[in-house]
C-alpha cells in the first residue's frame, strides 16, 4: 500500500477534542473558505468544485457539481444537509457533526451560495443527541460571530441555516423522503420521476440534498483548489473518503484514505487500518458499502476502494461502511440480522417492500431457529424475485461456475429499502447455501441460538 | 393530558417561524410536546394541528410514523441496545439478553418502579465501538456487560454513568438557535459581484 494511505482532509482537526469550539476552529482555517468564497462568483465556486470531481458520500456518488447543476431556474430554492445517517455500519456523518460541526455548517453556506440557494436546513438524525446540541450551539456562535445570518463577513450576502431534527426512521436517509419529513409528514419516499430534488424539491421548490461528509470535504477544496483534491487518490471518484470500518477487525474505527489507491485488503489488514482479523480469526465475508451492499469474500479483498470496480465485481461503494465477518460468524444470522433491519424499517407505501420484506425476516427466522424446510430457499429466491426481479448482482465465484453481476438491480419499489432486504438474503444463500441446509437438517443453527 | 402550557406555546411559535411553511415544524412540535407531557398525548396532538393548520389526524399519522415518539409513558430512562450487523458480530444479542435480565423486564418493558424502559434500537451509527447503547440518546460504545450494570447503577443512584449527564426522558436541547430572517428579499437570489 502507498505511503499516503491516511490523508486528512475532512478529519484534519480530529486531533483537537475541542475542535467544535468556534475559536479553535478559527485558529484552524475555520471559514477561511467561507471568506475565499465570498470573494469569488457562484459560479466560479462551483465551477472550483466541479473541477475537484467531488462526489456524493451518502451512497449513491453522484458528482456533487453535476447534481448543482440539474437545479430549476426559479426561486425560492434551498440546501438541504442529510444528517440522517442509519445505513447499518455507517459512523462517519455522526463523528463529523459532533466533532467539527462548524466544517458542516461552512460548507453548507458555501453550496448554498454557490447554487444560489435562499435558505438552508441541516436535518441531523433525531436519535443523536450530542449532534444536536454541538450543531446547535456551532449554529449559535456562527451567528453571534457574523459567519452565519446577515451580511455574511461583511460581503453584503445574508444566509439563515436551520437546525432540523428527526425522530427515528431509517427511511429519511433517502433524500426525498427527508424533504417530505421536513415538510412535516410521513417519511414515504417520492415517485420518480422527477428523479431529482433539483428539479422539485422541498416545497416542490429546486433543491439541492448533500450528504454531510460531502459539504464537510468542501471547505478544504476551497482553500487548496479543485484541482489539487482531484489529484488526489485515483480512479472514478477520487479524492478522499471515510471509511466506517467495523465488526471483526482489531481496530475498528472511521479512516479517512484516497480510497482508490487501497485495497480492500489494506483496509482490513494494514497495522494502521484495520489490524487484521481479531484472534488471528479468518474472513468468512465483508459487506464494502453499508448494509445494502451485496457480500464480498476473500476473492474481492485485492480489489481498490473504487466506485467502477467495485460495481463491476456485484456490489457498491456506498457509505463507505465496510462491515468484517470472521469464520465464526453464522451467515444465516448475520444474514438474517439485516434482513431483519430492512423489513422493520419498510416505510409500508410499496407492497413487494412492505409484505416482502417482512416475509423474508420471517422464513430466515425459521431457518436459523431451525424450524426451516428445503423448500424455504426456493421461497426466499421468490420473494426476493417479486421485490427485484431479474438476475441479482452477486461477487463472482469461478469456483462454482459463477461469473459476477454487476451492479445495481432492478426492482420494483420507489425505493431501494426493499432490494436492500434481498441484498443480505441473496449474498448469504449464494455463497454459503450448504449452511443453510445444514441448519435446515440438523433443526437449528450450528453455532448457538438466534435472539428475536 | 395536556395541551402546550403558555411557555411552549411561545417555544412553538417561534420553531414555526424557522419554516418557510408552518407543517415543517411539525416534528420540532412533537419532539416539545413529548418533553412537557412525557409522551404524545391527544390533546397535544390536537394543539399541534391548530398551530401548523392541519387536521389532528394528521399529527396523529405523522406521531406514530416515527419510533422516537411514544404514545404512553415511558421510564425515565430509555435504555436502547442495538442489536443490528455490527453490534451483533461483537455481542449484542447476548447483551441484550443480559439487559432483560438486569432490568428484569422484556424488550419494550418498564421497570415496575418507572425507571427504566428497555427497547431494542437499530444501527444507531456507533458501529466503531459496537456492542453500543444509548440511555435517553446519550451514547456509550464498546459496552459489556459489566460496564452496563456500572451504568445502570450509576443512574439509579442519581449520578452521571461513566461522567456523562443524563437529562430525563424527552428533555430538548437547551442551545437557544438562531431567528431567521422574515425578510421577503430572502426569498429571492442575491447578488454581490455585479
Known amino acids: 500500500m502507498t505511503a499516503t494511505a491516511r490523508t486528512s482532509v475532512v478529519f484534519a482537526r480530529m486531533g483537537d477534542p475541542e475542535a467544535h469550539q468556534l475559536d479553535r476552529y478559527v485558529a484552524t482555517d475555520g471559514y477561511e473558505a467561507l471568506r475565499r468564497a465570498l470573494a469569488m462568483t457562484p459560479e466560479q465556486v462551483h465551477e472550483t468544485v466541479t473541477t475537484a470531481q467531488l462526489t456524493g458520500r451518502g451512497g449513491a456518488g453522484f458528482g456533487t457539481g453535476q447534481k448543482w447543476s440539474l437545479l430549476a431556474n426559479t426561486y425560492p430554492r434551498y440546501v438541504v444537509i442529510n444528517g440522517d445517517e442509519s445505513e447499518p455500519g455507517t459512523f462517519k456523518d455522526r463523528q463529523i457533526m ?18 444560489r440557494a435562499t435558505r438552508v436546513f441541516l436535518y441531523v438524525r433525531g436519535e443523536m443527541a450530542l449532534a444536536q446540541e454541538r450543531v446547535g450551539q456551532a449554529l449559535a456562535d456562527a451567528y453571534a460571530k457574523g459567519y452565519a445570518g446577515d451580511n455574511i463577513l461583511g460581503s453584503g450576502w445574508s444566509m439563515d441555516v436551520v437546525l432540523h431534527w428527526g425522530a427515528g426512521a431509517y427511511v429519511v436517509g433517502e433524500e426525498t423522503a427527508l424533504l417530505e419529513s421536513l415538510e412535516g409528514k410521513r417519511a414515504f419516499p417520492r415517485i420518480k420521476p422527477p428523479y431529482f430534488p433539483a428539479a422539485k424539491g422541498l416545497y416542490q421548490q429546486p433543491t439541492v440534498v448533500n450528504n454531510v461528509e ?38 475498528p474505527g472511521n479512516y479517512e484514505v484516497e480510497a482508490a489507491n487501497i485495497t480492500f485488503r489494506d483496509l482490513l489488514f494494514d497495522p494502521s487500518l484495520g489490524g487484521g482479523i481479531r484472534n488471528g480469526n479468518q474472513l468468512k465475508a465483508f459487506i464494502p458499502g453499508g448494509g445494502s451492499a451485496p457480500w464480498f469474500f476473500e476473492d474481492q479483498l485485492d480489489l481498490p476502494l473504487d466506485p467502477g470496480p467495485v460495481g463491476a465485481e456485484g456490489s457498491m461503494l456506498g457509505s463507505g461502511a465496510v462491515v468484517v465477518m470472521d469464520d465464526t460468524t453464522c451467515a444465516v444470522r448475520a444474514a438474517w440480522n439485516l434482513v431483519r433491519f430492512y423489513a422493520h424499517e419498510s416505510c409500508g407505501q410499496c407492497t413487494p417492500c412492505r409484505e416482502g420484506g417482512s416475509w423474508l425476516e420471517k422464513i430466515m427466522f425459521r431457518i436459523e431457529a431451525g424450524e426451516g424446510r428445503l423448500e424455504d430457499l426456493d421461497l426466499l429466491l421468490d420473494v426476493g424475485d417479486t421485490i427485484a426481479p431479474g438476475p441479482f448482482p452477486h461477487a463472482s465465484w469461478p469456483e462454482k461456475g459463477l461469473a459476477a453481476s454487476p451492479f445495481p438491480y432492478k426492482m420494483t419499489t420507489i425505493c431501494f429499502v426493499g432490494p436492500s432486504a434481498v441484498v443480505p438474503m441473496h449474498s448469504a444463500l449464494t455463497r454459503f447455501r450448504e449452511e443453510f441446509v445444514e441448519h435446515i437438517n440438523h433443526r437449528g443453527c450450528p453455532k448457538g441460538s438466534a435472539h428475536r | 393530558m395536556a395541551r402546550l402550557n403558555p411557555t411552549n406555546i411561545e417555544r412553538a411559535r417561534e420553531v414555526i417561524a424557522r419554516y418557510p411553511q408552518p407543517r415543517s415544524a411539525m416534528i420540532p412540535l412533537l419532539h416539545l410536546a413529548q418533553e412537557q407531557d412525557g409522551h404524545i398525548t391527544d390533546d397535544a396532538k390536537a394543539h399541534i394541528a391548530e398551530l401548523v393548520g392541519v387536521m389532528p389526524a394528521e399529527v396523529h399519522g405523522v406521531s406514530t410514523f416515527y419510533e422516537m415518539f411514544k404514545h404512553e409513558d415511558v421510564g425515565r430512562y430509555l435504555v436502547g441496545v442495538c442489536t443490528n450487523l455490527s453490534c451483533m458480530l461483537l455481542g449484542a444479542d447476548e447483551l441484550l439478553a443480559h439487559a432483560e435480565d438486569k432490568l428484569g423486564v422484556k424488550v419494550g418493558g418498564t421497570t415496575p418502579d418507572g425507571s427504566f424502559t428497555l427497547e431494542q434500537m437499530q444501527c444507531l451509527a456507533a458501529c466503531g465501538g459496537a456492542p453500543c447503547i444509548q440511555v435517553n440518546y446519550r451514547y456509550f460504545e464498546n459496552v459489556t456487560p459489566e460496564r452496563f450494570d456500572g451504568v445502570i447503577a450509576a443512574l439509579s443512584a442519581g449520578t452521571d454513568p461513566e461522567g456523562q449527564a443524563v437529562p430525563p426522558h424527552g428533555t430538548l436541547s437547551r442551545v437557544s438557535l438562531p431567528h431567521p430572517s422574515t425578510d421577503a428579499d430572502r426569498e429571492r437570489p442575491q447578488e454581490i459581484h455585479s
Open chain 1, 98 to 115: 459532533e466533532r467539527d460541526p462548524h466544517q458542516v455548517i461552512e460548507g453548507a453556506l458555501i453550496t448554498a451560495y454557490a447554487v
Open chain 1, 214 to 251: 460531502t459539504v464537510a470535504t468542501i471547505p478544504w477544496i476551497i482553500r487548496n483548489s479543485g484541482e489539487t483534491y482531484a489529484a488526489l487518490g485515483a480512479g472514478r471518484a477520487p479524492g478522499t473518503r471515510i471509511m466506517c470500518l467495523s465488526g471483526h477487525v482489531n481496530r
